[in-house]
């Protein structure tokens, strides 16, 4: 869209207001596609789920691409943000609860991989189509985004469905033939069948002792998520310790990749090429282009680490190497701006802070960008997974919404250095709060992140958490597997 921007804002005259409003829209309106998700994916199934938000995206891209007006615009781009809420949540939990824990990081990194060369296809097309009339080119690029959704709708025919999800539904047989297609022989499949028959088992229970200390409450014979083992929400509303914690990990997360200002990079690069000096349209689309490929690149570079280097490294180096960019770009447009800034002292800032861009969502793109997806996918309970991944999406594209909608004014009112100065102090504090609570789960099962969360590293066995209801991983007195083979 940062591209097609430029020709939209010609062909249909629109004001800067209406640019914020178009490209933060999407993020606004994809909370509805993220609260729905959750819902949706426990009733028809995850595979299901991800079908219908390429369908969602497809109608509103094709909406989009035949816009007559700013108002039929803005129809097909609140279409398309329903589908991309839908599609954010549940990519990365599908592939989490698909994947074995080995591979899980790297296969959860794939949506944000996918995302990111659409990302770059898209400048490209920019690129390559600006030579169309103006009431054409835009129309052109925007419609090959329904492209994509079409090979997905064909691709999820030949999915497996989760295994978590099948287990959930007492369709054990099923679970265990898509074990067998993504473990590497029948012992993994089978001990993995097991991790997650007792963590569905002992959400039951928690859900029956719930119920029986509960002597006003009715059943309702009709309400499945007792019975299946899914979790309600006002287990997220009034967390318990252990969830709580989880929340504001993955919560705050989230919050950062967002509050750093990515998407004001991304989108508004035209804009921030402009103040740094490149003038003609097909300097501005070039340098456009260029952090597509850094921001793609850098993605593959991320699946590549994060199951041998891990979690936690990735996210400290994303986010300080994502401050000292923002930096050296708000530091070289200042540079830029003075008038006694001329000739080849000019030309230099100029090229640093195209750097400093590229560098931006490199540094984005290696650690923030696919790893806090990966994380809100696994410290999660099955029970509360898809519920509480939806509330990750919600603040992702909220915070997304306010930084896409506000940068113009923002840049107005502090100017562009400004504005970047500020995301950088934010990137700062995302440090921080990175090294002081995100946890490192490379390697574990999800069943095991889960039991981290409810035992403390030099805590002894007869403290651990043995309340049914916060543990999805144990025996009959709420002692985890591991930990009960220890003592007998």
Known sequence: MSGAVIFIKKDLKITDVQEEVLIGSLNIISLLGSGLAGR????????WTMALAAFI?????????VSPSFAWLMVGRSVAGIGVGYALLIAPVYTAEVAPAASRGALTCFPEIFINVGILIGYIANYALQGLPPHLNWRVMIGLGAVPPLF???????????PRWLLMRDRKEDAMKVLLRTSVDQAEASERLEQIVQGIQYAKEAAAVNESSNPNKTSNPNKTSKKDGEGKWRELYKPSIAIRRMLIIALGIQFFQQAGGIDATVYYSPVTFKTAGITSQGGILGATMAVGFAKAGFVVVAAFLIDRVGRRPLLLTSAIGSTVSLLALATALVIIGKSSTVGMAREAASYLAVIAACGNVAFFSVGMGPVNWVLGAEI????????AASLGVAVNRGMSGVVSMTFLSMSKAMTVPGTFYLFAAVSALCSIFIYFCVPETKGKTLEEIVESFHVKPQESLDKRATDLSELELGNRRGIPVKAETAVS
Do not use: H, N, Q, W
């Open 380 to 387: 999660f309970p099955l029970r509360l997974r898809a519920k």
């Open 40 to 47: 949706t994916s426990d009733a028809i199934g995850r595979r």
């Open 57 to 65: 995206f497809l109608i509103g891209a094709l909406v989009m691409a």
């Open 152 to 162: 997905l709708g064909v691709a999820v025919l030949m999915m497996p469905e989760s």
